[in-house]
């Protein structure tokens, strides 16, 4: 179980690889509760990234406000959307802790530029999205640091610059 952010009306949905690898059958639950097969189009292991396709019809689509060049400062208010546990559709807040953070993904390569947020992440929120006060989409979440496996206060987001690149 993890989380997803739809990235236009064509039906793309990113999420984190780490949600979807090995996984035989993925599906994607959108606000309104309908459930759509998902197709995993493509994939960025270094920056454990997911393109999913479904196959939805357009006006269920709500794409995430997507603009790279929206720059994260630490202090920053952020919104962090997912669902932790399987509670579907959560809305944590927080503020941006540090920024340019060394993230080790794993599938052992390295995302240079990660966001360090206290935006409540646990198992589950993986994939979800990063906003800022805004609603504009500054990052994806993708993990925590605990010793044991629950939001202990330290968690990280995949920064919207480097998901964009590994979308396009």
Excluded: C, K
Excluded at 114 to 131: E, F, H, M, R
């Amino acid at each position: 179980m993890g989380s997803g952010v739809v990235w236009d009306r064509s039906g793309q949905v990113v999420t984190n690889l780490h949600v979807v690898r090995d996984s035989h059958e993925a599906r994607a639950v959108l606000r309104d509760g309908s459930s759509w097969r998902a197709r995993v189009m493509g994939t960025d292991p270094a920056r454990d990234i997911a393109v999913l396709m479904i196959d939805a019809p357009r006006d269920l689509l709500v794409p995430v406000d997507v603009q790279p060049s929206v720059m994260p400062e630490v202090g920053q208010t952020v919104y962090a959307i997912g669902n932790p546990f399987g509670l579907e559709h959560t809305l944590t807040v927080g503020v941006i802790s540090a920024l340019g953070r060394d993230l080790r993904t794993d599938s052992g390569g390295i995302v240079h530029g990660a966001i360090q947020t206290d935006a409540a992440v646990n198992p589950g929120s993986s994939g979800g999205s990063l906003l800022d006060s805004r609603g504009r989409l500054i990052g994806i979440n993708t993990a925590l640091v605990s010793p044991s496996g629950a939001f202990a206060g330290i968690a990280f987001a995949i920064p919207i610059e480097a998901v964009d690149d590994a979308v396009s």
